[in-house]
């Protein structure tokens, strides 16, 4: 039987196999080293892979991005660490600027095989800066792919296959799950597919899409309605640039029913894109409308009151019960 391993620990063993196998591998960010990490996902690389592989960097998230981003094109694999979603914006402009152009700019002679990882979202009663959920921006950058694990096996799979990819990843990890559960992961090299959704649940009445850490309340909220005899299909996108549209348009075909939910602002978030994207491929099956259920327009509250934010099983519930409605 596989070691049980949380998502933290997964991610953590997804690296030591990366930077053991591979010489082009390096990871580097914030306290990468010595101290293993904020989180502590990268606690115990130092000491076996060497501090040029195991990089601590000075405080600055654009000159982190724009460093890897040369090395990437030199031909190393970096993986970077921004300890939290809502620092990365000063490395914005490397990643919007050069990360997802240099294919294009170079008319394909040169690439950015790196990995920019970023603990996102609330639920553990952070400061400000600390709960954001802003992955919009990032999908709709050119060049970049986007990918949100949801389970501790695919947390590793994902991370693998994304280090592995000829082209920059954002790799997104939901901060509440890091330590929520436990799953058998094999010691060894696998992948888990970019652009390929994961089917948690089959059913006929109504589909609820989710990626990251709503999945598990797309799955309480699926317990509960099951309860009431609703049959429910729940959709873990994993990732969402490249889309997996194939999967998606399929169960709202097969339901006519479909909610979407993230804990990201509502107003341009990537549910839009999936609610269009439904409206465009899959109308004429629809029997009622859309529903989102996402964060509210406002920036991440404080901790005394994110449970007030954050979308939970009821507020899908509810959707869900309006689209039966319909």
Avoid: C
Wanted: hydrophobic residues 40%.
């Amino acid at each position: 039987m596989s070691p049980l391993r949380n998502m933290a620990q997964a991610i953590t063993n997804g690296l030591d196999l990366a930077l053991a196998e591979d010489p082009r591998v390096m990871v580097m960010g914030e306290d990468v080293g010595r101290t293993g990490g904020v989180f502590r996902l990268t606690n115990g690389l130092l000491p076996v892979h060497g501090a040029e592989r195991v990089v601590d960097t000075p405080v600055a998230e654009s000159g982190i991005v724009g460093t890897a981003f040369g090395l990437a094109v030199a031909g190393m694999r970096p993986v970077v660490e921004i300890q939290f979603m809502g620092f990365s914006y000063p490395a914005y402009d490397q990643i919007v600027s050069h990360v997802g152009r240099i294919r294009n700019r170079s008319r394909h002679r040169f690439t950015a095989p790196m990995v920019i990882r970023m603990p996102y979202g609330g639920g553990i009663g952070a400061a400000e800066h600390h709960s954001e959920s802003t992955e919009a921006l990032y999908a709709h950058t050119p060049g970049v792919k986007v990918v949100v694990p949801s389970t501790p096996y695919d947390a590793k799979g994902l991370l693998l296959a994304a280090i592995a990819d000829p082209d920059p990843v954002v790799f997104l990890e939901p901060i509440r799950l890091y330590r929520a559960v436990k799953e058998d992961i094999p010691d060894g090299h696998f992948f888990v597919p970019i652009g390929r959704a994961r089917l948690e649940r089959i059913g006929d009445d109504v589909t609820l899409v989710a990626y990251g850490s709503m999945v598990r309340d797309a799955r309480h909220a699926a317990d509960a309605l099951e309860e009431e005899g609703v049959s429910v299909e729940v959709i873990d996108l994993r990732s969402l640039v490249p889309l997996d549209a194939e999967t998606l348009i399929g169960s709202a075909r097969k339901t006519g029913r479909v909610v979407v939910i993230h804990e990201g602002h509502r107003t341009a978030g990537f549910g839009a894109e999936l609610a269009a994207r439904v409206q465009e491929e899959a109308l004429y099956s629809l029997l009622a409308p859309i529903e989102r259920v996402t964060g509210w327009d406002t920036i991440f509250p404080l901790k005394r009151t994110e449970e007030y934010y954050l979308p939970d099983g009821e507020r899908i519930v509810q959707a869900a019960r309006r689209t039966l409605e319909g």
